[in-house]
């Protein structure tokens, strides 16, 4: 479990706050949803989780252990990052996933390490691109290769920051699926930030709306109101449901 609690960050001593008491609980399985503005916090805030950047106050927390003072091998084995933009180099599928069990093995893999990597190729089903050069795979592809790097470290949490902004609506579907599958198939925790509102309800169990370095609420999609999307986004929705399905639709009336 994550445990985020007043946790607040400025790049240094004399400019403004950009994190500011932020609190955060993410239960193992769970896939949160950051949402905010450009601007709000959610980058820096995954750049503070993964240890990029130092907090100046607060604490980071995982299943009771400080994520801030460990090394990074085992903050590696704990915590996988999947960035929005990826570029592999001219590495076969296989090798880039390898790389994620760098954690592991140091300077040679083992059998134990080529066997693992097999075992999640097979399990995304993408034993038939082991020996493709990565690169010159679709972005949604590139994607998936991606996802299964960061299995391979083992974590317990998945960080993603914008996983659908560069794809298309089918390499969208694709790698929402698979976060979802991750998550209960694997037991991980996801956190991830997204700009779709309606892509978040299809596939968030928590939602955490940021605004001026702060969450301002936090909760399940109960939460989802107009009046929330409202005051964190300054933007006018409505709110339907078709057979039990929340919708958003963009465009509400102005009171």
């Avoid at 193992?28 to 907090?55: A, M, V």
């Avoid at 964190?232 to 509400?252: H, L, M, Q, T, W």
């Amino acid at each position: 479990m994550l445990e985020i609690k007043d946790l607040s960050f400025r790049y240094s001593r004399h400019s403004p706050m950009v994190l500011q008491g932020v609190d955060l609980v993410l239960k193992d399985g769970e896939i949160g949803i950051l949402l905010g503005k450009n601007g709000s916090g959610k980058t820096t805030l995954f750049k503070n989780i993964l240890c990029i950047q130092k907090p100046q106050g607060g604490s980071i927390r995982f299943d009771g252990e400080d994520l801030l003072k460990m090394k990074r091998q085992e903050r590696a084995r704990r915590v996988a990052y999947v960035p929005q933009s990826i570029h592999f180099g001219a590495l076969s599928v296989f090798d880039t996933v390898l790389m994620g069990r760098v954690s592991y093995f140091g300077y040679k893999a083992g059998k134990e390490d080529e066997d693992a990597v097999w075992a999640i190729l097979r399990d995304m089903r993408l034993e038939d691109y082991a020996a493709r050069n990565v690169e010159q795979l679709s972005g949604g592809e590139r994607q998936k290769i991606a996802i299964a790097r960061a299995l391979a470290q083992e974590p317990r949490l998945l960080v993603f920051d914008e996983p659908t902004g560069n794809l298309d609506i089918a390499n969208e579907q694709l790698i929402l699926s698979e976060a979802q599958r991750v998550a209960k198939e694997k037991n991980i925790g996801i956190l991830t930030s997204l700009h779709d509102l309606n892509q978040a309800l299809d596939l968030g169990d928590r939602f955490f709306f940021m605004k001026d370095g702060q969450i301002r609420h936090t909760g399940g999609p109960e939460i989802v109101t107009e009046a929330v999307i409202r005051e964190i986004f300054d933007a006018e929705v409505r709110i339907v449901e078709i057979e039990g399905k929340k919708i958003i639709i963009n465009g509400g009336q102005k009171t």
